[in-house]
């Protein structure tokens, strides 16, 4: 029980971390560690539901939509009603497009960060054992969404 503790207690510790690297690499961009995750799904999969995104972004559970007005107001999402208006869309804007470059190379330092901090380590296993922890869980699927795309 006790290594089980210390486990949840260590991936909450390093998800703030990365979290927190992660907004302040993106901060010069003028977006968050969730807009700059939104920013990529929308852009690798437009036009996009807003409900299809809410299946795919992990920063944000449930329905995403104070995050999509975020990204509408600052100007890089479209959000309009589709062909049978029950279904949002949502596409990048001018400004969106110029942004993704500009997060994929922020996102590239972040992942050189990580490979310094995990080199020598079992990164295999270690995901294997976080795969353990929500196999059964929604974020399961949101995983499985997101196998080989932003």
């Known amino acids: 029980m006790v290594e089980v503790l210390e486990l949840a207690q260590a991936v909450k510790a390093a998800y703030r971390e990365i979290d927190r690297r992660a907004n ?4 010069p961009l003028g977006v968050t560690n969730a807009q700059a ?3 990529l799904i929308i852009g690798a999969r437009e036009p996009l539901a ?15 939509s104070r995050l999509v007005d ?6 890089h999402v479209d ?3 589709a062909d049978d208006r029950r279904r949002v869309e949502l596409t990048l804007t001018a400004s969106g497009r ?5 997060i994929l190379a922020a996102q590239r330092k972040l992942l050189d960060w990580g490979a310094d901090r995990l080199a020598g380590h079992d990164v295999p296993a270690a ?6 922890v929500f196999a059964d ?8 969404g997101r196998a080989t795309r932003p």
């Open 37 to 39: 995750e939104a920013i």
């Open 24 to 27: 302040e690499a993106y901060r």
């Open 137 to 144: 869980g929604p974020l399961a699927d949101v995983l499985a």
């Open 50 to 64: 807003l409900r299809e995104l809410g299946a795919l972004i992990i920063a944000e559970s449930g329905h995403p």
């Open 127 to 132: 995901v294997a054992t976080l795969h353990a």
């Open 79 to 81: 959000r309009r009603a």
């Open 98 to 102: 110029e942004l993704v470059p500009e």
């Open 70 to 75: 975020r990204l509408v107001a600052a100007g």
